[in-house]
């Protein structure tokens, strides 16, 4: 059992270009969301799913797409790398709001 | 939103002392409060979570209270071990969506 998979570990960009975030998980979750990381910020919400078909912005969307097309993959687009999207990527699924989030190992992005 | 504050931001113990780590929340509409442990490199891990419904909860070493007046949840960790080394982050859900703390990190001295 996988549990949450994330793809790439790590990633340099430079300014402008765009990539996608892998991130698929075995689990039968309907919730999956996309959180980065910053020292001393915690973990902020990017863009959130509650079903396939189905997604939402969170508290820091913007430079960020999403999509829901199966229930097992949900992958963060960046459009245009700026370096302010330096950081720490995780990728989250759970069985509903009232459960525990299972997290995967991350992406850690550098955009020079 | 959910305004999740969470203190202290570090902290340090003796091996085999407690650790208390603290959160408070803004909106009385959160209904679940779970606590994660991340590991350097690695992504966060859930260790306990408590409802709304629940005053306190205890698994082992660790514990969860919650104050739906206070709008305040505790973490307690006792007979600490230095594997316990590590960032605690709370969070609260509300409305679709887990709003987190900005962590704590735990050094526990051997």
Redesign the interface.
Known sequence: NAG?TQTPKFQVLKTGQSMTLQCAQDMNHEYM?W?RQDP??????IH?S?GAGIT?Q??VPNGYNVSRSTTEDFPLRLLSAAPSQTSVY?C?SSGG??????????TRLTVV | GENVEQHPSTLSVQEGDSAVIKCTYSDSASNYFPWYKQELGKGPQLIIDIRSNVGEKKDQRIAVTLNKTAKHFSLHITETQPEDSAVYFCAASIRNQFYFGTGTSLTVIP
């Open positions: 949450v969301s959180y001393g910020m915690g973990l902020r919400l959130y509650v939402d969170g508290e995780f989250a709001v009232n459960y525990g989030y299972t997290f995967g190992s991350g």
